[in-house]
T-cell receptor, first 109, second 113 residues
Framework: RKEVEQDPGPFNVPEGATVAFNCTYS??????FFWYRQDCRKEPKLLMS???SGNEDGRFTAQLNRASQYISLLIRDSKLSDSATYLC??????????FGAGTTVTVRA | DGGITQSPKYLFRKEGQNVTLSCEQN?????MYWYRQDPGQGLRLIYY???????QKGDIAEGYSVSREKKESFPLTVTSAQKNPTAFYLC????????????FGDGTRLSIL
């Protein structure tokens, strides 16, 4: 089983729609969680950290479910510029960093 | 501006040739990392360094070598022993190898001629 798994998508949504997807992790002792955004043929860029209580940054909401070992990302009021691949990153208690393969989101006009 | 600079952006290698990818950061970060990304896959860790003159193998170190003679520099050599080197290579840094997020360079695309 992979340490971090994501639905590759693609999620094709119209502008203004809400899209949400999850990332599951296998190590129950994982301590830190992040969502990165990667545009085609570019480097990943940090989108947001994921806190235990859940957190929001504008149209983006991230949540952590430790019991079921997954994190989620929700994008409200999707924009064309939200089209990208979203990478889930999990850091274990021994500081090992694992990346998911990414979920591709395509927002259409 | 502070950041991570990778060069070259595109690199071509002949069979049996070693090539070196450059990574420089001026963020004063202690930790630096090299990842490889293949289509449809997540980033896989090749090597990482927590401090100058020290580095550790990642998950896929075979066929690669690194050095960390200066805090700001962490070059990666793709040796002829790496049989499938065509990939997108990303260098990253963080304040330490703790639980912080990482900053990435723009990446180098390596292809075999």
């Amino acid at each position: 089983r992979k340490e971090v798994e994501q639905d590759p998508g693609p999620f094709n949504v119209p502008e203004g729609a809400t899209v949400a997807f999850n990332c599951t992790y296998s190590n129950s002792a994982s301590q830190s969680f992040f969502w990165y955004r990667q545009d085609c043929r570019k480097e990943p860029k940090l989108l947001m950290s994921v806190y235990s209580s859940g957190n929001e940054d504008g149209r983006f909401t991230a949540q952590l479910n430790r019991a079921s070992q997954y994190i989620s990302l929700l994008i409200r009021d999707s924009k064309l510029s939200d089209s990208a691949t979203y990478l889930c990153v999990v850091i274990s208690n021994d500081y090992k960093l694992s990346f998911g393969a990414g979920t591709t989101v395509t927002v259409r006009a | 501006d502070g950041g991570i600079t990778q060069s070259p952006k595109y690199l071509f290698r002949k069979e049996g040739q070693n090539v070196t990818l450059s990574c420089e950061q001026n963020l004063n970060h202690d930790a630096m990392y090299w990842y490889r990304q293949d289509p449809g896959q997540g980033l896989r860790l090749i090597y990482y360094s927590q401090i100058v003159n020290d580095f550790q193998k990642g998950d896929i170190a075979e066929g690669y070598s690194v050095s960390r003679e200066k805090k700001e520099s962490f070059p990666l050599t793709v040796t002829s022993a790496q049989k499938n080197p065509t990939a997108f290579y990303l260098c990253a840094s963080s304040i330490s190898t703790g639980a912080e997020s990482q900053h990435f360079g723009d990446g180098t695309r390596l292809s075999i001629l």
